[in-house]
Every structure is written in structure tokens, then in C-alpha cells.
């Protein structure tokens, strides 16, 4: 299994994404300022692999702290959390997992600051551990939604870059194409930034899955020309009724499968939920850099460089367009309220 993270003798490794495919690079994230623009600036993506990122940052950032005063320790801890908090505000697993070191940090104040390091430190590998483990639960509900022969199109990138497993809604694709060797993979681009064209493009093919890569505005002609029998995305964040944060142009396909009669299915661990929010529209959604769409992969201009543009990372899919929502825990299906309710409370 490829991963895009590594964690080895007390230091943090990750593959920089933004230079794939042309160049596979690894960098060391090597204190706080690094770990945050990692995130920021799409180094390290992949809601549940920003997690897990997130947890390492905290140790990273705290382990060659000197304070021996431990209220001055809990500060400046706070303070880091907070400051990592700010680098991306839409996926929930950032937040989760920054919670969680928190909590273990909050629970053992008795602890000394030496002891409190190695606990945070264990709780972030714990994390990443658990990650794998969500992923490949995913992986064995999903494969129950492939059949033989399948069309896919999957948007975004969703595997192996993304978590630190197979992946989410990749990580059930590569179960499916495995079991059954003839799945066929459609991938759309993923404008602005082009996550599906540079990496999901170069995953599947590491993989050797059949892939026809397609731009965005193809999708609905190949599913009137029935080319396409499902589709499968991840997800950055899922309500308590079963709205979906994920990368700009999901609702799209949402819109256009539910239009052709398709099985629309999300793949997500249950980190990615998000039981405080109701409703969609109460999901905080990133505003990014113009220049993203002005420019191929910030680079040559594509647009006049003073045109006004707007640059959401994010949209949201109301439940009613879900066919069925893929987690660790099970298939949750309609109605999803009750449904999710259930599978997190019994």
C-alpha cells in the first residue's frame, strides 16, 4: 500500500500533492508554520489524511518546546491547536482530531510535560492506526454496491493520497475492481485544481484499473448515453441529516445522476460526521485563492488577470439526491436522520 504520509523515528514526512504526477517529492514538516501551510496550501489533502496529519502537527510542534511551567505548557498547546484549526475550516476531521489530542492532553494534566509529549504523540499514532482500520471497514461494506462489470465515476480524489489507508470512496473501487477485475473507472478532472486529472488519474494507475480521465462538462453526456451506472464520491462532512460537504462539483453530479436514474453513493468514515449540524447550510465552506482559477495550477494565466471570481471549495449535497452513504459502521440508507441516528446510538 502507498501512503502519502509517514511518521518515522519522531519525524514527520508527507508527499507534496501538489506536485503530482510530474514529480513525487517528499518534504519533512518540521514545525508548526510547516504543518499549517501544508494543509493551507493542499501539500497534504484528503479530509481523514489531514486528521491524521493534524494529530503528528500538534506533537511536532510541541516536542521540543522548553517551558517547564506547565499552565505556560497548556497555553502554548492551546495556542497551536487553535492555530492549526484556522488552516482549513470545511473538513471535520481536522477539528476531531485536534479535539481529541486536546482532550487526552486535558485528562492527564496531572501528568508531566514530558509524560503529557509521549501521550500526545501515542494518541496521534492511535489515530493514524484507526484511520487505516475505518478505511478498510469502508472498504468491505462498499464492495456490496459493486457488481461486475461496472461503469464508475468517481470525482475529487478519494484513495490512498487522501487517507491513510486505500481510501474512501477509492478505497471501495479498488475492493470492486480486485473482486471482479473488469470495473471500469470514469474520472472527472476536478476544476480548479485538478485533484481528479493529477491524482486520482495517477492512483488507479499505479493500480492498473481501467481509467478514461474526462473534464468536468462530459458527465452528463456519458450518462444520457448510458456509459456511467453509479457514482462515488467521499465527503468532508456529513450532517445529522445526511447533507454532504465535499469538493466543489459533487452537487453537480448529484443533480445529474438522480436526473438519469443513478445510484449516487458517498463513502466516509464516521470521523467525517458531524452530529452538531442539522443542515448543510450551517457547514462553514472555504473561500479560496482567485488566482486558482485564474491560473493552470498557479502557474500561466488562463483568464485576464483583474477578472472577479468566486472560488468555493466546497458544495453541499442534500440528502435527498443520497442513495446510500458508506461508512465503517455500515450502508446508511434513507431516511437518513433516523438512519445515522441509529448507526452512532443504537
Known amino acids: 500500500m502507498t501512503s502519502a504520509l509517514i511518521f518515522k523515528n519522531r519525524r514527520l514526512y508527507y508527499l507534496d500533492q501538489r506536485k503530482l504526477p510530474l514529480k513525487e517529492e517528499w518534504k519533512e514538516c518540521k514545525n508548526l508554520r510547516d504543518a499549517f501551510l501544508a494543509i493551507r496550501e493542499l501539500r497534504i489533502r484528503g479530509a481523514p489524511l489531514i486528521g491524521v496529519f493534524a494529530g503528528y502537527s500538534v506533537y511536532i510542534a510541541i516536542k521540543n518546546h522548553r517551558e517547564q511551567d506547565k499552565g505556560k505548557f497548556f497555553k502554548f498547546l492551546e495556542r497551536v491547536i487553535s492555530f492549526l484549526k484556522t488552516s482549513r475550516p470545511t473538513a471535520i476531521n481536522l477539528f476531531w482530531a485536534l479535539d481529541r489530542i486536546k482532550k487526552v492532553a486535558y485528562q492527564n ?19 493514524h492506526y484507526e484511520d487505516r482500520l475505518l478505511c478498510r471497514k469502508m472498504a468491505e461494506n462498499g464492495i456490496r454496491l459493486i457488481k461486475k462489470g461496472d461503469r464508475i465515476l468517481t470525482h475529487c480524489n478519494t484513495g490512498f493520497l487522501a487517507t491513510s489507508g486505500e481510501g474512501t470512496a477509492l478505497g471501495v473501487i479498488y475492493k470492486g475492481a480486485h473482486r471482479y477485475k473488469n470495473i471500469k473507472v470514469y474520472v472527472d478532472e476536478t476544476r480548479p485544481l485538478l485533484q481528479g486529472a493529477r491524482l486520482t488519474s495517477w492512483e488507479l494507475i499505479k493500480r492498473k484499473i481501467d481509467i478514461t480521465l474526462i473534464s468536468d462538462n462530459m458527465a452528463a453526456y456519458l450518462m444520457q448515453k448510458g456509459e456511467i451506472d453509479k457514482v462515488f464520491v467521499g465527503a468532508d462532512r456529513i450532517t445529522r441529516c445526511g447533507d454532504v460537504a465535499n469538493k466543489i462539483g459533487t452537487y453537480n453530479l448529484a443533480v445529474l445522476a438522480k436526473y438519469h436514474h443513478l445510484p449516487f453513493y458517498v463513502v466516509a468514515p464516521s470521523t467525517s460526521f458531524d452530529l452538531t449540524i442539522e443542515k448543510g447550510e450551517e457547514i462553514p465552506i472555504e473561500q479560496r485563492s482567485p488566482d486558482e482559477v485564474r491560473k493552470v495550477l498557479g502557474k500561466i494565466y488562463i483568464s485576464p488577470k483583474r477578472v472577479k471570481v468566486y472560488n468555493p471549495a466546497f458544495d453541499v449535497t442534500p440528502c435527498q439526491l443520497i442513495s446510500a452513504i458508506v461508512t465503517d459502521r455500515g450502508i446508511i440508507k434513507p431516511p437518513f436522520k433516523e438512519s445515522i441516528l441509529k448507526i452512532f446510538y443504537g
Do not use: D, R
Not at 110 to 116: G, N, R, Y
Open 109 to 127: 494534566k496531572s501528568k508531566s510535560i514530558k509524560e503529557l509529549k509521549e501521550l500526545i504523540l501515542k494518541e496521534a499514532e492511535m489515530i
